[in-house]
């Protein structure tokens, strides 16, 4: 995540190079031996892996992909370009920091999200303001390419334990704009027996449903903090995404629609650098018509059985931490606890006369 922290100042000096396509790079650093470039997928993803691990170690973030799983991802992005999206820094040709852009339309307001990241011993010398302030320049370079007349926003997400991170972007005119808990819990405890209601099925997913299951997800989705339609795009995304197994998915349905569903997943080279065995339940999306079953339950107990078959030892999911009674009743009923909190931060910008909310 982008942080700013503690490190030596380098002695050598070199001169920024060009950013990104469309987007000047002059005085982007004025920073002693910093490089500037685009990201260039031939050759810097064993390096950006490298700088994504070591910044989320010493945050305490507990996201470490692969090099396939960072290609994939970045990969079938919709509208994204990472040779435009993405920038790298280095210092004496070892890159040290990296920042990326991606843009959708969510909630009505096409939000620019921001993400990067800064090696622990190249930080406090003002690299990660410096990636954050072209991102930005970036997103509103993108902003000129898009046709809608929504209005545009800048969103970045840290974690609670990134001090350094959340008084950069607070400095930079963010605000807090929602929490979320991702709560843990061991697989070796007893799993709440979850009874599937009545005319309600759970049945092995095939190809030829997937779509119907991303827009089942959707609708369930609607009346959520920023809710978005799936696209076609994003269906491929999804099925190019790590950990992508959907015979651990956990999908209802009465008679042929879908009544919700849990998209469980397994990053396991991700467990392999953290030294875990962990399993995730995405998605946990109940449609309207079929809500206060017990639905919600008896997909989760499923999902967890199927992790815990998979020879896992814990499960883990995100919630949205203005839901109170849903993080309650999943540490009441199923034994979860809070791991870990982020922040989502937002920061309006002007554009065709309309301003985010």
């Known amino acids: 995540m982008i942080d700013v922290n503690r490190s030596p100042t380098p002695t050598t000096a070199t001169t920024a190079t060009t950013a990104s396509k469309g987007v000047a790079s002059q005085d982007l650093f004025a920073i002693a031996g910093i490089r500037v470039r685009p990201f260039d997928i031939g050759r810097d993803l064993d390096s950006i892996i490298e700088v994504i691990f070591e910044a989320n170690v010493a945050d305490g973030e507990e996201y470490a992909p692969s090099v396939e799983d960072f290609r994939k991802e970045i990969g079938h992005r919709p509208n994204f370009d990472p040779d435009r999206e993405m920038l790298v ?3 004496g040709g070892r890159l040290v920091g990296a920042t990326q852009h991606s843009v959708r339309l969510l909630s009505g307001v096409v939000q620019h999200h921001i993400v990067g990241w800064v090696r622990p011993e190249a930080r406090r010398q003002g690299i990660g303001r410096a990636l954050l302030q072209w991102t930005e320049r970036r997103g509103r370079e993108a902003a000129t390419e898009w046709a809608g007349p929504e209005p545009h926003g800048f969103t970045s997400r840290v974690g609670e334990t990134q001090p350094g991170a959340i008084a950069l972007l607070e400095s930079e005119g963010y605000r ?7 709560l843990t819990r061991p697989l070796s405890e007893p799993i709440t027996d979850g009874p599937v209601p009545e005319g309600l099925e759970i049945r092995p997913v095939v190809e030829s449903d997937r779509r119907r299951i991303l827009d089942a997800d959707a609708d369930a989705c609607r009346d959520h903090w920023d809710p978005y339609e799936h696209t076609e795009d994003d269906l491929v995304a999804m099925m190019a995404v790590p950990g992508i197994d959907t015979s651990i998915w956990r999908v209802a349905w009465a008679g042929d629609e879908v009544a919700g569903s849990v998209m469980n997943y397994i990053f396991t080279e991700e467990n392999a650098k953290l030294g875990i065995q962990r399993g995730w339940l995405a998605h946990v999306s109940v449609r309207r018509p079929y809500r206060r079953r017990g639905l919600a339950d008896a997909l989760i107990a499923e999902s967890l059985r199927a992790l815990r078959d998979q020879g896992l030892e814990q499960a883990a999911l995100d919630v949205d ?4 009674s849903v993080a309650l009743h999943l540490s009441e009923t199923f ?7 982020a922040i989502s931060f937002s920061k309006p910008f002007l554009w065709r006369g309309r301003r985010a909310v």
Not at 176 to 182: D, E, F, I, S
Not at 335 to 341: I, L, M
């Open 176 to 182: 807090r704009a929602r929490r979320g808990y991702t």
């Open 89 to 91: 820094a280095e210092i």
């Open 335 to 341: 034994g979860f606890r809070r791991h870990h909190t």
């Open 321 to 324: 931490a203005e839901n109170q």
